[in-house]
């Protein structure tokens, strides 16, 4: 408003130029989303192009991080305390062995909570006295220490766990891929295996347990019973130890030489949960593809956008001109397309955000696993659609700004 | 008539592309005059509109507008005085979809003016034009005299002191038409200087001042051509403009030359947009 309708009384041969004023950033946004809101229909299927692109990365990410969220909280429940210790192979290679006190050992290290074992017997187990000996459908034999319940963490799903007394009588628990195998539903009196030449009566089955999985495929009896019925030698298999989670590093550094003192090269220390883990995450590979075809889906979305601009441009020059006549500056128009292009890729970008989310509440729920979006990867997902959209519309406002008035006004 | 000069053409010529759409043109408009631009098609009206709006720069010559020498400014410069200075009607209206008053509010849009100051003047104007009644309704549900009629509301928002009206009524019928030219003449009797470019000798000749176009030169400006033709300053008498006798315009068939008779003659806009 620098120019009245007479301006000055002094007849200046030069008055200063008029300057253009600034616009509000309401009124881009508002000129912006006008000229969305005339075409719907092209500005849906452009906007859908950045909605998939980021959806599909969103879904990547989310379905990623519930899955391992799924695990933390497994592992959570079952305890990353958990080491376990078995003999590893002798110097000659031979198997070897650990040394029957293993267990009361272990259990004297200071931040040791429980320790307990279980150790294979030669045995094998069969439904009946009838099936070939040949038929022991890879189900193992282990004597089990009584505590050994609640050092892994494992549950009894049917019937009871070993106790003081069926310990030491011909009593197994089964494992449930072990309980499958044989054809063993429910626990009872009258449920007797062929187990080791004479018959065992199953006491309990067990649910899987995913830190022991050995434990599944395992037919378990009493520690003495197995000493006494199987000609068991006594020394343990597996020592299964619950550490202070603080301690966890410390006690699986000292937990070879502790439990096999004499050769302690002969001790292989894991921790479950870590092998566990690793499992989980060699699914990266395939999240890193799927990230990738996200990303491909996006800049295809940024294209289409820059394409629905020029379009924009070329259709509207009426308009331009029509602005440039009602005092835009060049900058203005540019702005005005820029702010269309950001908006129309803003719309795609937040909609992808929704439809990843969707995608991934429905496959989490299908899974069983808690919905997990992480916050960056929306503020991303928004923020890459913003960079996006400022690319495509660059070229499409600066061609705009270009025309001249009278070009536009043709 | 001696109220100050708004426009100021000085020996302006422009050319596209090797064609001379204007020659040596002299033309000065005063503050709030009301003058018509007439001439066949092709003989240079909108290029002497465009130039007179500061759309375009001539190739030579001088024009000023509002005391500003164009030469002077730059770009961003010459929208800001076109904002402050001159509003547009044009021919297609060019009214853009959406509710009437916000088409109208639109006019200050590149001033810096607050929404909401733009929308009480939008509403002001439109009551002033007789378009109290439509102010909530969308621009496509109104007459095409209507239509126009908003386009001038909100060309004239910013109370701007000059209205170039492109062919304001060629694309009405003569009723809406009248309407739209009575819209005109209420603003220029509040004081505005407006200038109608118009290729019907009847408009031309019912205002008080007509300018003829023909082949890109002023062939008669009644402004000049009163009492003593060849004396006003603005516009001297030369071999190549020739300041014809005010008898000749009357007749009408002289505005129609054979190649201004085809598809381009009164729908010109329309095709090329």
Excluded at chain 1, 264 to 281: F, K, T, Y
């Amino acid at each position: 408003m620098t120019v009245r309708r007479f301006p000055g009384k002094r007849r200046s041969p030069r008055p200063s130029p008029p300057r253009p004023a600034r616009m509000r950033a309401a009124d881009m946004a508002r000129v912006g989303a006008a000229g969305l809101r005339a075409r719907p229909t092209r500005v849906f299927l452009s906007a859908l192009g950045i909605a998939i692109g980021i959806a599909a990365m969103i879904a990547v990410i989310g379905v990623s991080a519930s899955g391992r969220e799924d695990l933390d909280r497994r592992l959570d429940a079952l305890g990353t305390d958990l080491l376990t210790v078995s003999p590893g192979k002798s110097l000659g290679g031979a198997a070897a062995s650990l040394p029957a006190d293993a267990v009361a050992m272990i259990g004297r290290i200071g931040p040791v909570e429980a320790a307990s074992a279980i150790g294979k017997t030669a045995a094998k187990v069969y439904r009946s006295d009838r099936i070939p000996e040949a038929e022991s459908g890879g189900i193992g034999v282990y004597a089990a220490r009584l505590d050994l319940l609640d050092t892994v963490g494992a549950v009894v799903t049917r019937g009871t766990w070993l106790n003081a007394a069926t310990h030491t009588y011909p009593a197994v628990v089964l494992g449930p891929k072990a309980a499958e195998r044989l054809g063993v539903h429910t626990p009872g009196p009258q449920v007797q295996l062929w187990l080791g030449e004479r018959w065992f009566t199953v006491v309990g089955i067990l649910a899987a347990n995913p830190l022991a999985p050995e434990l599944d495929a395992a037919a378990l009896v009493g520690w003495p019973a197995a000493e006494r019925e199987l000609g068991f030698d006594g020394h343990p298999t597996t020592v299964y130890t619950r550490t202070e989670d603080s301690a966890v590093l410390d006690v699986q550094a000292v937990l070879g030489a502790t439990a096999n003192p004499a050769e302690p090269n002969e001790v292989e220390v894991s921790r479950p949960s870590d092998a566990l883990a690793a499992q989980e995450a060699t699914d990266d590979t395939l999240n890193g593809l799927f990230l990738g075809l996200g990303a491909t889906a996006l800049l295809v979305g940024g294209v289409g956008v820059a394409n629905t601009m020029v379009i924009s441009v070329l259709e509207r020059r009426a308009e331009i001109g029509l602005r440039r006549a009602l005092g835009a500056t060049r900058g203005h128009i540019r702005v005005q397309f820029l702010a269309e292009s950001l908006l129309l890729s803003l719309l795609g970008g937040v909609g992808g955000v929704f439809l990843g989310m969707a995608a991934t509440t429905g496959y989490a729920t299908h899974q069983g696993w808690p919905t997990v979006v992480p916050p960056w990867a929306m503020a991303g997902g928004v923020a890459a659609t913003l960079v996006i959209g400022a690319v495509a519309g660059l070229y499409p406002a600066v061609r705009a700004a270009r025309l001249a008035p009278t070009e536009a006004l043709a | 008539m001696t109220a100050r000069p708004l426009v100021e053409l000085v020996g302006v010529a422009k050319e596209y592309g090797g064609v001379l759409a204007l020659r040596d043109a002299h033309l000065t408009v005063r503050v709030g005059e009301l003058a018509a631009v007439v001439g066949p098609s092709g003989s240079g009206k909108s290029t002497l509109l465009t130039i007179m709006g500061t759309l375009s720069r001539p190739t030579s010559g001088t024009v000023r507008v509002a005391g500003h020498d164009l030469d002077d400014l730059r770009d961003r410069e010459l929208a800001a005085l076109r904002a402050a200075t001159i509003g547009f009607v044009f021919q297609q209206f060019h009214l853009g979809p959406g509710p009437v008053l916000d088409a109208v509010a639109d006019g200050l849009l590149y001033q810096g003016t607050p929404r909401r100051r733009r929308r009480a003047l939008a509403e002001q104007v439109l009551h002033r034009l007789g378009l109290g009644h439509r102010l909530g309704h969308d621009t496509h549900q109104l007459s095409g005299g209507e239509k126009q009629r908003v386009a001038i509301a909100r060309a004239v928002l910013g109370d701007p002191p000059l209205l170039l009206a492109d062919e304001p009524t060629g694309a009405l019928d003569s009723r809406a038409g009248a309407v739209v030219m009575e819209a005109l003449y209420e603003l220029h009797r509040a004081g505005t200087a407006v200038i109608v470019i118009t290729h019907n000798p009847d408009i031309a000749a019912s205002l008080p001042r007509e300018v003829r176009l023909r082949d890109g030169r002023i062939e008669y400006d009644s402004a000049c051509a009163a009492p003593v033709p060849a004396v006003a300053q603005e516009a001297p008498a030369r071999p190549d403009t020739p300041v014809t006798d005010p008898e000749h315009h009357r007749s009408n068939g002289q505005f129609v030359r054979p190649d201004a008779i085809g598809p381009r003659h009164p729908g010109r806009r329309e095709e090329d947009s």
